[in-house]
């Protein structure tokens, strides 16, 4: 009966646009014309069919939660309270999510992706990269749930559309937070204390998600200092308390003052306040939480994400049976990234200047990856391709550099910047 109400509703719709002179030329549309506007109504008809179809009950919905970590990992934590604070605000309950902790990157995701569909869940997150293939097979299999592969960068090669990626401009907050590890660097230097701007970057692995971010932090840094230079050490893990600790005890040991990360422990920051308590003269930039519960006069601020953001988009999207994005990715304007609370010992101005270069990123006149701020083999960059992540960085066909800088998460949302820019040395 819907359906008959809804065809008949379209055909004096069309009839009346046709009375007001829908055609400004004043003469009849021709066979194709109508045609395609019968089209249009069958389509638009099957679109309502399929919407009050798929659009969920809130009273009994289920969405499934697949987690590569739990509350003590920072990374998952983040996402956790983002998942929360979207739920509340997007009117359901702890009882309309299943969640899964400490699921590793092989086939129990897969499996743990499958239990959720059979408890009823319609849609299922995951979030970890590597948990990526796994999340996309669980779609390949099961049409009619949604799936999101959370910082992946497979969805739109997929041509599954139940299947979507999503990230954070996190390279936006970094830049950030490498500018209050500049304010800093500038002011030891200014007071004799350091001859050498050496930084030191803890991170997990050499994927376009660590390298766009560690370049992120260097420009942001070399915003204020020009000469610093930084090393990198991988940990190939992403989460590693004991081996994120070394690796920053390493960087601290060739000379390193400032310490960043990417990488999802306290390991760095604590190994960090260790050699300030003993009189050396070094700092601490964290990532995804506050670290100054585990370095209190080290930590200068962290670059986070709120994930919140992101997921109060996806549920209310869901909720109302629209379609999901295939990429999603946000930055400060939105308020999805930005950086913890600022450490005791930041320097003078810090937060007068992290004000100004926020505001800059909102307003678009400062973009990260300017191409006049930085060169590869001492030339500038005025041509780069955008990147894969799954560790070839084979070209794809979209042009990178466009108005003088590149355009990172726009083409897709995972970052894709994976130029080794002059001034970075990657140890391993």
Partial sequence: MKKILALLLAFVMMLALVACGGNNNNTTPDNNDNQQQEENQEQNQDNEDNQEQTTPDTNTVKIGVVLVGDENEGYTFAHMEGIKKAAAACGLTDDNIVWNYNIPEN?????????????????????????????????????????????????????????????????????????????????????????????????????????????GFFLGIRSIVPEAHMDVQYTNSWFNIQDEGKAAEALMARGCVIIGQHADSTGAPKAVQTAKDKGEVVYSVG??????????????????????????????????????????????????????????????????????????????????????????????????????????????????????????????????????????????
Avoid at 367 to 386: L, P, Q, Y
């Fill in 287 to 428: 990532y995804n939480i506050d670290m100054l519960s585990a370095a209190p006069t080290a930590a200068l601020t962290s670059s986070t994400n709120d994930w919140s953001v992101f997921y109060t988009y996806l549920f209310s999207t869901f909720l109302k049976g629209d379609k999901i994005a295939t990429d999603w990715a946000e930055g400060y304007e939105t308020g999805a990234v930005g950086i913890t609370p600022l450490g005791p010992e930041v320097a003078e101005g810090t937060a007068e200047k992290v004000a100004e270069i926020e505001a800059a990123i909102k307003d678009g006149s400062l973009h990260v990856f300017d191409t006049k701020t930085f060169t590869v083999d001492g030339a500038e960059v005025t041509s780069a391709m955008t990147f894969d992540s799954d560790g070839d960085y084979t070209p794809d066909t979209n042009e990178g550099i466009v108005d003088g800088y590149y355009h990172e998460s726009e083409y897709i949302s995972a970052p894709s910047f994976g130029l080794r820019i002059d001034g970075i040395t990657e140890l391993n």
């Fill in 107 to 215: 086939e129990e995701c897969y499996d743990k992706c499958i239990e959720c569909v059979d408890a009823g869940c319609t849609l299922v997150i995951t979030n970890s990269y590597s948990h990526q293939t796994y999340t996309q097979q669980a779609a390949e299999e099961n049409p009619k749930v949604e799936f999101v592969a959370m910082t992946g960068d497979t969805a739109m090669k997929s041509g599954l559309p139940n299947f979507h990626n999503a990230f954070n401009m996190t390279f936006e907050s970094r830049y950030v937070s490498g500018v209050v590890a500049g304010m800093k660097l500038k002011e030891l230097m200014d007071a004799g204390k350091v001859t050498d701007p050496y930084i030191g970057y803890v991170g997990a692995f050499p994927y376009a998600e660590v390298v766009s971010g560690y370049t």
